[in-house]
């Protein structure tokens, strides 16, 4: 089992900058792509941002040039460094973790693809 938690969230005026961050911990043994998603009241979950294990990166169009995701492979931890939000920024911002994970079941490990969010976390941008 994997769990992904997730931290920075606030509020903030406009303008102003906020850092995510989601740690995964578990029996991971290799994290694929790790991202970033928001969802904010009476819309769909859309895609801010993902980063895959050699730093490739991909932003939405209402966030490029404004955000940055990072990840620390060593601490399994993606990061999101938001800049000049703005109040159409405001969602409920989750982690999300494709990867691969170690499964032992009696005397017999096995390795499997699996999928993780986070419980997500409150940003708020204020006018």
């Known amino acids: 089992q994997v769990h992904l938690v997730e931290s920075g969230g606030g509020l903030v005026q406009a303008g102003g900058s906020l850092r995510l961050s989601c740690a995964a911990s578990?029996?991971?043994?290799?994290?694929?792509?790790m991202g970033w998603y928001r969802q904010a009241p009476g819309k769909r979950r859309e895609s801010v941002a993902t980063i895959t294990g050699d730093g490739s990166t991909d932003y939405a169009d209402s966030v490029q040039g404004r955000f940055t995701i990072s990840r620390d492979n060593a601490k399994n931890t993606v990061y999101l460094e938001m800049n000049s939000l703005k109040p159409e920024d405001t969602a409920v911002y989750y982690c999300?973790?494709?990867?691969?994970?170690?499964?032992?079941?009696?005397?017999?490990?096995?390795?499997?693809?699996?999928?993780?969010w986070g419980q997500g976390t409150q940003v708020t941008v204020s006018s």
């Open positions: 999300n973790a494709q990867l691969i994970e170690r499964r032992t079941v009696y005397t017999t490990t096995t390795t499997i693809r699996n999928e993780y």
């Open positions: 578990g029996n991971i043994v290799r994290i694929n792509r």
